[in-house]
């Protein structure tokens, strides 16, 4: 049976979303075509119809994944999206969370074509949060700039020490709680 180009596209554009949420909980190499086709509900024979490689997969998920933090960030007040991103619920949620947290590390070490899209997302996310900071504007923009690169590290950062323990464990939390103060100044607020 003949699929029309739209409908072709709407079944690439649901493939790219639950890799992204695949690729987010389990890590690149945690995920098998055949496994994403499945999640999918497509069968393994069409993914070459859709993508070149599976590193083509890579790339164009981890976009999605990108632009969704970006967006979801986008009007967010500093403190706000640092409560947010420090939270236990978002490191918990690894398949719905940020994209850069949960594959930064394999990325590291994957195609030139998945690296070019975390830059690209990385500067979008820097973009919406530099937006978010009030003081940017009068800022020299190359120290708000690193201001931002600086914030980002310290939540990714932060997130990624925390995910590394037992959800349960007391550490877990303290992560979050030290790293919220530290980058918000004063007493951490229960998350």
Do not use: W
């Amino acid at each position: 049976m003949k699929v029309s180009k739209q409908q072709a596209q709407a079944n690439r554009a649901h493939i790219v979303e639950t890799a992204s949420a695949l690729f987010r909980e389990r890590g690149y190499d945690g995920v098998g075509i055949a496994d994403l086709m499945a999640a999918a509900g497509f069968t393994q024979g069409g993914f070459y119809k859709h993508f070149e490689s599976k590193a083509d997969l890579m790339a164009q998920a981890s976009a999605c994944g990108l632009a969704q933090s970006a967006a979801r960030t986008a009007g967010a007040s500093t403190e706000a999206f640092v409560n947010v991103y420090l939270s236990r619920e978002h490191r918990d949620q690894r398949a719905t969370g940020c994209t850069l947290a949960a594959l930064c590390g394999d990325a590291a070490r994957k195609e030139d074509e998945v690296r070019v899209a975390f830059a690209a997302g990385i500067e979008a996310q820097l973009g919406v949060l530099h937006a978010a900071k009030a003081e940017a504007q009068a800022q020299d923009p190359t120290a708000s700039r690193a201001g931002t690169l600086a914030l980002m590290a310290q939540v990714l950062g932060g997130l990624i020490m925390s995910r590394a323990c037992p959800d349960d464990s007391a550490l877990a939390d303290e992560i979050l709680a030290a790293c919220r103060a530290a980058i918000l100044g004063g007493e951490d607020r229960p998350q």
